[in-house]
């Protein structure tokens, strides 16, 4: 990148539902297609249990290397929900019930004829200095620590609190992409030229990507990513002209900015 | 655990799509619930691009930490495809192309009457001293290094090497688990006695998953697990009263072990 800016980011995905295979995690994805557009590509993502000296040190790794980090998971008023201690503890600060959240929450409980009950109280608290995340869906909100922003599990959640947390984030340069899908197309058929195009444009990041669900339904895509949005033509020419080299059809797929 | 035996797993997944949000991975899940049967609990998972310093960075410090390690992705014929390399250089070994793998590849692209490029050789390379790993999807195979196994990043590819890597794998304790769920209810109304009964019980590991999809479409998953195959009776009962006592009627859902 020859831009000054050039924001990244990290995603730590917390549970045990996740490591043991229970859930498929689709926070990664998610996050990931938010902040392309903003121009801050997702540099790494770790998937760590609910044990509180794996979030510390994970926590702590990334908010040190990348401009932002993103934790999911272990928010709710369950046994099992650490996360908010763990970030509290990762920056050495203390967390107690944030009065404006336990206000709104007992305000919402009421509204629900619902005890507002210890558990539920659990899930006002925030680590001292931390700034809010609207949660517009279930009404207990992430933070804010640093650098370090902190999410729900429920994918839903996740999606929402981040349009909270867009405008608070510095905007990098924007990648654009184009993908050329060749179906029937085998890498072998393409990585001499497609090796060769990558030498020749290295302002441009190629990949190729195969899929396999059976004979006939199978095939590659190309991608290409760069911030030269003036290159996007020129290089979706040359994609397709190695596939069609090949005897296959090229289709150009529609520019999702992912 | 008290078990002599207790191997523990990480995994690591390769390639610019998964952070970029093109691709949802699925071999995470699929790794943890081929081990899980096993006693193999895996621990952390790493999602990096296709960066070397990056990979063997992550391969070092993930086989010094658990007793297995699996990668998948970047074992292509493409430019983008430097596993192979970054696995040779985390463990400070030579790479060439295996004679063994490059006359069974021959052999099959002259039975597809295809050419066997420089590119399609790539796949032939493996770090020195690696045992191979059955590919019989594709045939290009993956490999052994010490404890990192090193697998295809396609789903089906990734899925048919685990089946020739599970009689290397030293087995622990079988985890068993029993699932209740509640249509409607909400972690507030349960975390009080769940936690109780995770305190009571601190040989079980107690969690609770909620997931919304619309009102209505929501509600908790009380999951409970334990190398104590004699308490999931127990367990499912007390549970099942936990959710009960809510009003909410408690379904208990078939042990998939995971």
């Known amino acids: 990148m020859t831009e000054p800016s050039a924001p990244t980011a990290a995603v ?15 926070n990664l994805q998610q996050i990931a297609t938010y902040l392309a557009p903003l121009g801050i590509p997702v540099r790494e993502s770790r998937t760590v249990p609910d044990v509180e000296d794996e979030i510390v040190a994970a ?8 401009t932002y980090v993103f934790t999911t998971g272990g928010i709710g008023p369950t046994h099992d929900d650490i996360t908010a201690d763990a970030i509290a503890k990762a920056f050495g600060v203390g ?15 009421k509204a629900m004829k619902t ?8 899930m006002a608290r925030v680590p001292h200095g931390a700034a809010l ?13 640093g650098n370090v922003f902190t999410l729900a599990g429920v994918p839903q959640v996740a ?31 393409i990585a001499e030229p497609l090796g060769a195009l990558a030498k020749e444009m290295p302002e441009v990041a190629f990949g190729s990507y195969p899929w396999f669900r059976s004979l006939g339904d199978n095939g590659v895509h190309l991608v290409a990513s760069t911030i030269r949005e003036d290159l996007i033509e020129e290089i979706a020419a040359k994609l397709e002209a190695i596939v069609a080299a090949t005897g296959v059809r090229p289709e150009r797929l529609e520019d999702s900015n992912q």
């Open 12 to 26: 730590l995905l917390i549970g045990d539902e996740l490591l043991s295979g229970r859930t498929r995690d689709i």
């Open 59 to 66: 926590v702590n790794e990334l908010r040190a290397k990348y």
């Open 95 to 109: 967390i107690s019930e944030h009065p404006e959240v336990t206000a709104m929450l007992a305000e919402r409980y």
């Open 115 to 122: 005890d507002y009950t210890p558990a539920r109280r659990r």
């Open 133 to 145: 995340v609207a949660n517009p869906v279930s009404g207990a909100p992430g933070f804010q620590t």
């Open 159 to 189: 999606r929402a609190m981040l349009e909270d947390i867009g405008p608070r984030l510095e905007t990098g340069a924007v990648v654009h992409k184009v993908t050329i899908r060749g179906t029937g197309l085998r890498e072998g058929d």
